[in-house]
């Protein structure tokens, strides 16, 4: 079977899970659950009663019209809705119900551009008549009611009016990530259509002053027909190409349209969004998002699983171009009454004290990273956080990929001071929204679980032939056996694919593509993507595990493992290794690690070449492209494929060119 009980394995995480934080007595006294017994009574309701507990959160929402029934669902036809027959507009719940509860000279929206001397201030004053304008500029250019506009920008507050503007209008708006290539761009523009595209001029991000976003643009724009108007930004007052007839500068379209919109009233499961995630086959996923699932789930996980109170400044370092963004930027924290941050640089620039600078200057109380930020961070010293005063922090989270003991304990004891606590996230661009979480003020966290899940989501781990295993210590795949609001609703223009990846291989489930394993107290632990599995001698690893294990080296700053071609073991464990700052690579450091991986796990797990490097390859947003690392391990350094999303295509080169 393709998972496994590894005893040894067992053995290593059930003695990791005695590392255990209580919740801080503080928070607990102040959370909006506040005790295990409190959760487990709500959690109880919520999957005893789905159609009621759901009911009960969607009146954090305001509708223009309720719902005749809460849900219907078919996995065996992928086939889900909520809230049928109800009407609502995600534009109006983010902006216009606040001002006319009287918030509306309430910060919306706290902008920290590249450099620091850049800020802009939004209320939801300020959104609202921005967002009106902007709404009847795209209705100037003919967009309508279900029209899909691609918006191609950096991380500027043109970017959140742009996504809440079509929302507004019944646009579908499918945002490209800013750092995205011109193929990359097209394959997106025409797989949906679009037929309006918003960009900026250039981008600033880090030391790059002059990012070429209106010329990538015009490259995409020769093959894609469906585009008709393009309207700009202007960000940096870069010298810029405007084609007549197409190319609408922002400031002049806004400043010509009408003070008025009214928001167009939406089904809700009319589209909201399209957000486009890699696919097996090559060519990229649409996932759709429809509007009033989506918007009860994201306010309602907003609210208790960052455990928001009204003022407090709210920081998720995401960018908007994927679905966290979405979700814990935008729509989440907004329909809230959020303050939410929105930060254009990045975490190195001027210098590696740059978040904890931006944390002190606006006294940031919740902040929302990625491990992989936490790890760049953490490799270069605790000196830098030091010298910022972090004591405004009340709340910590991860999202991204499963967080390592290591980051972990060095974002609890560094940045949080040992009183903060960690919400380590799990959930997908397809879920939505967060979905195995712990609670601050109820879980006991553990470095590495995400522990618990969230109200509502009943998970189930399988194993290969879909045999639900039952009770605790066991792994094996992750899937859901109902649905939550939020759950995309297809892959857009391609159903049978949305059925065929996600409710084929298990029939009735959702497969979510993750390995997990349940622990004793009945903890998750999220083991990695099923096909980031190496089997070696007949034993199935996980990359997540054997990852973690290296990092708990004191000198390990970042680990990635894949597998490549072994003649007698099937495949072999090939370890690329990033040390933290000035930690010396010698023949000792990998002996060292070899021996805590077989310790941890198993000598069948000890990495067979261990590769030291000054970075990985990864895409803007963190990811590691393991398909590149895979193919340089098997010396198939010829096809290594695109590597033009990568944030540092010269790491490759280096990459190769010391291949063991």
């Known amino acids: 079977m393709f998972f496994m009980l590894r005893k040894a394995f067992v053995?290593?995480?059930?003695?990791?899970?005695?590392?255990?934080?209580?919740?801080?007595?503080?928070?607990?006294?102040?959370?909006?659950?506040?005790?295990?017994?409190?959760?487990?009574?709500?959690?109880?309701?919520?999957?005893?009663?789905?159609?009621?507990?759901?009911?009960?959160?969607?009146?954090?929402?305001?509708?223009?019209?309720?719902w005749g029934k809460v849900w219907n669902w078919d996995f065996n036809k992928a086939e889900i809705s909520w809230f049928e027959g109800a009407k609502l507009n995600a534009c109006y719940n983010c902006v216009d119900r606040h001002v006319e509860n009287g918030f509306g000279n309430e910060t919306a929206l706290i902008w920290e551009g590249n450099n620091s001397s850049e800020n802009r201030k939004l209320t939801y004053d300020d959104l609202?008549?921005?967002?009106?304008?902007?709404?009847?500029?795209?209705?100037?250019?003919?967009?309508?009611?279900?029209?899909?506009?691609?918006?191609?920008?950096?991380?500027?507050?043109e970017l959140t009016i742009a996504l809440l503007a079509c929302a507004r209008i019944g646009a579908v708006h499918s945002v490209v990530f800013g750092a995205f290539s011109p193929d990359s761009l097209e394959s997106r523009i025409n797989d949906s259509e679009c037929k309006v595209l918003v960009t900026q001029d250039a981008g600033v991000r880090g030391t790059k002053t002059d990012i070429p976003m209106k010329k990538n643009a015009d490259e995409t724009l020769k093959n894609t027909p469906s585009i008709e108007k393009v309207l700009v930004v202007r960000r940096t007052g870069s010298p810029t190409e405007m084609i007549r007839g197409r190319d609408v500068w922002w400031h002049e379209a806004m400043e010509s349209a009408d003070s008025l919109c009214e928001p167009e009233i939406m089904d809700a499961e009319d589209p909201l969004f399209i957000l486009y995630t890699s696919g097996s086959t090559g060519k990229p996923k649409g996932v759709m998002h429809t509007t009033g699932g989506y918007m009860v789930y994201t306010s309602t996980t907003h609210h208790y699983i960052f455990d928001y109170k009204p003022g407090e400044i709210y920081w998720c370092t995401a960018d908007i171009g994927w679905i966290t963004g979405h979700s814990y930027i935008v729509y989440g924290p907004m329909a809230n009454r959020a303050v939410t941050m929105m930060f254009e640089g990045v975490p190195n620039y001027p210098d590696y004290g740059r978040f904890w600078e931006i944390i002190e200057k606006h006294k940031?109380?919740?902040?929302?990273?990625?491990?992989?930020?936490?790890?760049?961070?953490?490799?270069?010293?605790?000196?830098?956080?030091?010298?910022?005063?972090?004591?405004?922090?009340?709340?910590?989270?991860?999202?991204?990929?499963?967080?390592?003991?290591?980051?972990?304990?060095?974002?609890?004891?560094v940045i949080g001071n040992e009183r903060c606590p960690i919400v380590d996230t799990w959930w997908q661009t397809e879920t939505g929204g967060i979905m195995i979480t712990p609670l601050p003020g109820v879980t006991e966290t553990e470095p590495g679980s995400a522990t618990r899940p969230f109200f509502g989501i009943l998970p189930q781990l399988v194993d290969d032939e879909g045999n639900v295993l039952e009770g605790n210590n066991v792994e094996g795949n992750l899937v859901m056996e109902r649905p939550w609001p939020s759950i995309?609703?297809?892959?857009?223009?391609?159903?049978q694919r949305f059925f065929d990846t996600y409710f084929s291989r298990f029939p009735g489930k959702y497969f979510?593509?993750?390995?997990?394993?349940?622990?004793?107290?009945?903890?998750?632990?999220?083991?990695?993507?099923?096909?980031?599995?190496?089997?070696?001698?007949?034993?199935?690893?996980?990359?997540?595990?054997?990852?973690?294990?290296?990092?708990?080296?004191?000198?390990?700053?970042?680990a990635a493992v894949v597998g490549y071609p072994h003649e007698i073991k099937g495949n072999s464990i090939y370890a690329f290794v990033t040390l933290r700052t000035g930690r010396k690579i010698t023949e000792k450091t990998k002996s060292e690690i070899a021996k805590i991986v077989r310790a941890d796990i198993g000598p069948h797990a000890t990495p067979e070449k261990i590769q030291f490097t000054e970075g990985l390859p990864k895409t803007r947003s963190g990811k590691i492209m393991r398909r590149i690392l895979r193919n340089i391990a098997s010396d198939n350094v010829d096809n290594l494929g695109d590597i033009s999303t990568l944030a540092d295509p010269s790491v490759v080169e280096s990459l190769v060119s010391e291949r063991i």
């Open 128 to 157: 609202l008549r921005e967002v009106q304008l902007a709404a009847n500029s795209l209705k100037d250019l003919g967009v309508a009611k279900g029209d899909r506009v691609c918006i191609y920008m950096q991380m500027i507050p």
């Open 512 to 558: 979510s593509g993750d390995g997990c394993k349940r622990d004793e107290k009945g903890y998750y632990w999220i083991t990695g993507r099923v096909d980031d599995v190496i089997i070696v001698s007949g034993h199935n690893l996980g990359t997540a595990e054997i990852e973690g294990s290296i990092g708990r080296h004191p000198d390990v700053a970042e």
């Open 488 to 495: 995309m609703r297809t892959v857009y223009g391609d159903h």
């Open 364 to 413: 940031v109380n919740i902040f929302y990273t990625a491990p992989t930020a936490l790890r760049a961070l953490m490799k270069e010293g605790d000196n830098w956080p030091k010298k910022y005063n972090l004591e405004s922090l009340r709340l910590l989270g991860t999202v991204g990929e499963p967080i390592k003991e290591p980051e972990w304990m060095w974002y609890h004891s």
């Open 11 to 66: 053995r290593h995480y059930l003695i990791k899970s005695m590392k255990s934080f209580k919740p801080n007595e503080k928070i607990k006294d102040n959370a909006y659950i506040g005790s295990i017994e409190k959760y487990n009574e709500i959690y109880d309701y919520s999957i005893k009663n789905p159609e009621g507990f759901w009911a009960e959160q969607a009146e954090r929402i305001s509708w223009f019209k309720k």
